[in-house]
Structure formats: C-alpha cells, structure tokens
Antibody, heavy 117, light 108 residues
Framework: QVQLQESGPGLVKPSETLSLTCTVS??????????WSWIRQPPGKGLEWIGY???????NYNPSLRSRVTISVDTSKNHFSLRLSSVTAADMAVYYC?????????WGQGTLVTVSS | EIVLTQSPGTLSLSPGERATLSCRAS???????LAWYQRKPGQAPRLLIY???SRATGIPDRFSGSGSGTDFTLTISRLEPEDFAVYYC?????????FGQGTKVEIK
C-alpha cells in the first residue's frame, strides 16, 4: 500500500518561499499513470488544489497560484516537492500531498505551515 | 473553474438512519472524474467513491454514489457511529480541480 509523508518547515516568514517535500513509500513516483498533487486547507476554509506533477513530468497548476508555485519530482529520491514563493498570511494552511488516478486517491497526513515573522 | 456546491452544509441524523448528500456542479462533469471523500478530525481525507458510483477498496457497501452531469449524490444507507464525519466531493475532470465545501454529518 502506497504511503505519502509531507515534510518541511512548519514556520515560514512573510515574503519568503515555502518548501515542502512528499516522500513516497510502497510505490514509485515514476511508474503508472498517477498525478502527484499538492492540496491545502487554510484554517476554517475548504480544500484547495494547488497543482500536480504527472508521472511523465508534466505539471499543471491552479491559476490562482500559478505565478508563485513550482511542483517537481525527484525520481532518484522517490519524492516530489512544492515550492510556493512570496508567501503571505493567506498561505497559512495544512498542506497535503496526494497521489491520484481515475480510480485511486492516497493522501499524506498533512503538515501545518504557519506564516509569521 | 467548476464550482461544486454541496448540500446540506450540516446533516443531523441518528445512527441507523439514512444520509443523502448532494454535490451540484456549475457545469457538467464527467462521471469518471467525480470522487467522494470522508474526512475525520486530524486525519487525511479517505477516498470513498470514484467514478461517481464505484466504491474504493475496503469501503463498506452502505456507501453508494450516483449521478451524472451536474448532479451527484452520496448515500449512506444506515449510519454507523464511525460514519459521523465531513464529506467532500471533488472533480478532476477540468482544471483547476475543485472540491465542494463539505457536508458535516453529525449525531443528532
């Protein structure tokens, strides 16, 4: 059974870059027709899809974040990463990584990122 | 973007009762790319239904999904104590992928 685990700083200063990594076990980021995604949920708000990197390397981002986000995959380490630049208080959220296909969806437990000086 | 509107916002029911949750899309969504999730406090969302009507692995048959186009429904035939949670629909047919705002099923 595939498992995903987010890691990275829990505190980021305003205007800096948020960087998170999702380590995948029990499966490979380079195999199968999977979308490797990042999703977030700000406190008291709904789920927001940030974007994905497809197993082929193709990326797709939410237009609301496109100018600030980069999702990449490192097949040698079997993980994929999120970078979100120029963060503000509005970027404070629980960040989830997930693996999607048309028939499956596996999520990490999520990690809280606070934006504060 | 496709807006998914879930109703009701909160459903207050007793164990053993039937729960009917609605997810309405602002434009047509391919059933293949409509999913339902269950979310409990402190846990990641758990996939219940994919393809609008297919149960994910290990999901009890009291959970069922139906619908097409712009109207989708999740039904829990008889609520068990562990079913009280928040439920989300998601479409990944059209970018950007979007989620409904959630329906909370609470104990009456």
């Amino acid at each position: 059974q595939v498992q995903l685990q987010e890691s990275g700083p829990g505190l980021v200063k305003p205007s800096e870059t948020l960087s998170l990594t999702c380590t995948v076990s029990g499966g490979s980021v380079s195999s199968g027709s999977y979308y490797w995604s990042w999703i977030r949920q700000p406190p008291g708000k709904g789920l927001e899809w940030i974007g994905y990197v497809y197993y082929s390397g193709t990326t797709n981002y939410n237009p609301s974040l496109r100018s600030r986000v980069t999702i990449s995959v490192d097949t040698s380490k079997n993980h994929f990463s999120l970078r979100l630049s120029s963060v503000t208080a509005a970027d404070m959220a629980v960040y989830y990584c997930a693996r999607h296909s048309s028939t499956t969806s596996n999520w990490g437990q999520g990690t809280l990122v606070t934006v504060s000086s | 973007e496709i807006v998914l509107t879930q109703s009701p916002g909160t459903l207050s029911l007793s164990p053993g009762e039937r729960a009917t949750l609605s997810c309405r899309a602002s434009q047509s969504v391919s059933s293949t790319y409509l999913a339902w999730y269950q979310r409990k406090p402190g846990q990641a969302p758990r996939l219940l239904i994919y393809g609008a009507s297919s149960r994910a692995t290990g999901i009890p048959d009291r959970f069922s999904g139906s619908g097409s186009g712009t109207d989708f429904t999740l039904t829990i035939s008889r609520l068990e104590p562990e079913d009280f949670a928040v439920y989300y629909c998601q479409q990944f047919d059209v970018s950007p992928w979007t989620f409904g705002q959630g329906t909370k099923v609470e104990i009456k």
